[in-house]
């Protein structure tokens, strides 16, 4: 079992920057590739960006170049540095994590609670 606490969400204007940090305890954090979704009111879970225990990333394209996902073994912890962020960034966003590959056919193992993003001037 794992157990993520989200944080780092709120408002920012657009053309803003939000750091969303996610910690994780209860089962040896450094084998797990960590993730990260949103969801925006009436649209589908998308996500985002992930992390692999050997630090590979991968980012949706609509955040390339804007995002950065990153971990610390140490901490047990995951962050997702949003910059440049638009209005259609708006959502909730979770953190995610999973034993291996497999984030599009099988999806996440382990879910945080979410952190409200909000893009508006």
């Known amino acids: 079992q794992v157990q993520l606490v989200e944080s780092g969400g709120g408002l920012v204007q657009p053309g803003g920057s939000l750091r969303l940090s996610c910690a994780a305890s209860g089962s040896i954090f450094s084998i797990y590739d960590m993730g990260w979704y949103r969801q925006a009111p009436g649209k589908q879970r998308e996500l985002v960006a992930t992390?692999?225990?050997?630090?590979?990333?991968t980012y949706a394209d609509s955040v390339k170049g804007r995002f950065a996902i990153s971990r610390d073994n140490a901490k047990n912890t995951v962050h997702l540095q949003m910059n440049s962020l638009k209005p259609e960034d708006t959502a909730v966003y979770y953190c995610a994590s999973r034993l291996g590959t497999g984030w599009i056919t099988k999806g996440a193992q382990y879910w945080g609670q979410g952190t409200q993003v909000t893009v508006s001037s």
């Open positions: 992390i692999t225990d050997g630090g590979m990333t």
